[in-house]
């Protein structure tokens, strides 16, 4: 398996979910156990040069590929989630989304104090939802060690908006 394999393995779906997005569909990659294994090999040995204490995904498709690596990493895993969803008192954020824009909520408590955290999610696009999530950490009083994602959308320009951060992409369009 290599990097092209991944990208061979990604579905452009055309004008969803609004006309003149090109959706990076990664459902055929997380139904190939050897693709989706390989992804999260490639992913753990980026994260190998990092010392940190938590993955956190962004819901939902952040979930996917950080739950797995805290497993593997034995770190702990934090959701960060949509509007309503977590039980506990929260910190919200607001921010804007390739197609809208969207609120990001994480548990007060979801860290200790300087706790170093990995932030997750799939696709790396305009930034702002990365950039939300970051914010959420810093107001749980922990420290960002890296934005990292599957896939970056190059010409959106994200790594400008998180240009306070690491951050690593492994499929660049
Ligand atoms: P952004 O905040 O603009 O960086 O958007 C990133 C978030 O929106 C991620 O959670 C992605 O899953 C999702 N997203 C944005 N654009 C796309 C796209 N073209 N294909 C798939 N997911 C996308």
Redesign the pocket.
Known sequence: MKTDDLYNIIRDVPDFPKPG????DITPLLKSPQHFSYCLDVLQQILSDYKFDYIAG?ES??FVFAAPLADRLNTGFVPIRKPGKLPWKSYQES?????GSNTLEIHRDALEKGSRVVVM??????????LAANKLVEKCDGTVVLDLFVIG?SF?N?TKVLEDYPTKTILNF
Do not use: Q, S
């Open positions: 997005i090109l959706f990076k962004i498709r952040g921010y804007d989304l390739e197609y999610d799939d696709l790396l696009a305009t930034g702002g939802t990365a959308l959106l994200g």
